[in-house]
């Protein structure tokens, strides 16, 4: 058995991540400034009133790309830290409000690595100081365990802004690490050798 552990700081890039799902009046983009341990971070802006967007920020690769040697058998993924703060809330909506709602290993399979971070963090309200979120270890399925496997990591964020014009709130994600455990190619097969002599 191996782990393969994977961190990004976004020190200065976005580092392979890329913003999607509906993004109507939002703006998301790898910032220069804001992050925890190092100035840059992924930064998820929305504006105006009574808006709302469903976005995310997700990796696609192989297993491979992450750590896994070619040939490995990937059986499990731990988020080990997500840190986020919500740094602007300006008349941002309370009910339900804006929030990280899950962080997915690809979106149909159900492996689930944090549950919706409004619930567990005690609400995403105008978190100034950065704080951490993490998950346990969760099984991937059989399909999605060869080495070749193309998989997509994702956080999963809900924007939604309150009944003002100048309403604006902002999410930024930093320090995203996790541990992918696999069965090391080397020792998948044991070869016994009996001499009959």
């Not at 961190?7 to 799902?21: D, F, K, N, P, V």
């Not at 910032?31 to 105006?48: D, F, H, K, V």
């Not at 070619?70 to 740094?87: D, E, F, K, S």
């Not at 969760?138 to 100048?166: E, H, K």
Request: hydrophobic share 35%.
């Amino acid at each position: 058995m191996g782990t393969a552990a994977k961190y990004y700081q976004y020190t200065s890039s976005a580092e392979g991540w890329t913003a999607g799902g509906s993004t109507p009046n939002t703006v998301l983009e790898w910032s220069a400034s804001g992050g925890q341990t190092n100035a840059g971070c992924l930064s998820s802006r929305i504006n105006g009133r009574k808006k709302s967007a469903d976005t995310d920020w997700s990796y696609t690769g192989t297993w491979e790309s992450l750590g896994v040697p070619a040939g490995g058998t990937v059986t499990g993924i731990q988020l080990n830290g997500m840190a986020w703060r919500c740094p602007v809330w300006v008349v941002g909506e309370t009910s339900p409000p804006s929030e990280v709602r899950s962080f997915l290993l690809n979106q149909s399979d159900a492996v689930t690595l944090i549950v919706s971070m409004s619930n567990n963090q005690g609400g995403i309200l105008g978190t100034t100081s950065y704080a951490t979120v993490s998950g346990v270890n969760m099984a991937v399925p059989g399909a999605f365990q060869p080495s070749t496997t193309t998989i997509n990591i994702m956080a999963d964020l809900y924007l939604r802004s309150g009944n003002d014009a100048a309403a604006a709130v902002t999410i930024l994600l930093d320090d995203i690490n996790f541990t992918i455990t696999y069965t090391d190619p080397a020792l998948g097969q044991q070869i016994l050798i009996v001499n009959f002599g």
